[in-house]
């Protein structure tokens, strides 16, 4: 499994993801890509001696342009699957059809309630009890495709909007590998918007997608 990250901003999730798989079996991170120049995340992707890209939307003349020049450097890397951790962007249709059932998402609430941006801040303005975190398959909306996993945060009483973020960081921490391993050892199959994942298969094991 070639992975690429795709990042926008500071990058904790993508350098947990290189750390986490640093020398394993099935899963390479081969690339970072970043839509916004100057973002921490390509300082630390310099750390992690991880190859990385910064292809800015903005100089391209449409979205479908932006998605064939990421693309482009997807097959440079042969990446064979995307993991969104932090991109700040809607997956257009000329990347999604590229790699269709191969994009996953890391979503800070627990879906569907509460997507879209700013959701640790959604979650808590609301004042619901319980959050959490969501990995999920892209599809064309925002964020609404099939989900892999779940892990609740709850909220207790007079915690602060930053002890919430902090906690649901280190949820995002363990659950977005936990979830990269899993669709790189088992056998997952996608009957309609549910997800089934059977983690019989061992690591050595050939591995399977949706
Ligand atoms: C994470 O909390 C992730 O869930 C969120 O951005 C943060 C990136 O943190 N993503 C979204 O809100 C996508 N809608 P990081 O840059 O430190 O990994």
């Known amino acids: 499994m070639r992975v690429a990250i795709f990042a926008s901003g500071n ?11 640093r020398g394993h079996a099935k899963v390479d991170i081969v690339l970072l890509i970043c839509d916004r120049a100057g973002a921490y995340v390509l300082e630390r992707a310099e750390a992690l001696q ?4 910064c292809i800015r939307p903005k100089e391209f003349a449409n979205k479908s342009e ?7 450097q997807l097959e440079a890397y042969a990446v064979d699957w995307i993991v969104l951790a932090g991109y700040m962007r809607l997956v257009g249709p000329t990347l999604l ?15 569907p309630a509460f997507p879209g ?29 099939p989900i892999i996993l779940q892990e609740a945060v709850p909220i207790v009483e007079g915690e602060s909007l930053e002890a919430l973020s902090e ?11 936990k979830a990269v391993e899993l669709l790189a050892t088992s056998e997952v199959q996608c009957q309609g918007r549910r997800v089934h994942l059977n983690s019989s298969k061992t690591i050595e094991g050939e591995k399977s997608s949706r």
């Open 11 to 21: 990058g904790s999730n993508f350098a947990h993801l290189v750390e986490h798989f």
């Open 117 to 145: 941006k700013d959701a640790i801040e959604q979650a808590y303005s609301y004042g619901v009890k319980v959050t959490g975190v969501t990995v999920h398959y892209v599809d064309e909306g925002m964020d609404t495709g």
């Open 97 to 111: 059809h590229r790699y269709s059932h191969r994009i996953i998402n890391l979503h800070p609430a627990l879906l």
């Open 66 to 72: 932006y998605e064939l020049a990421i693309i482009q």
């Open 50 to 53: 991880i190859p990385s890209i």
């Open 167 to 177: 906690k649901i960081h280190e949820v995002e921490h363990r659950l977005l590998p």
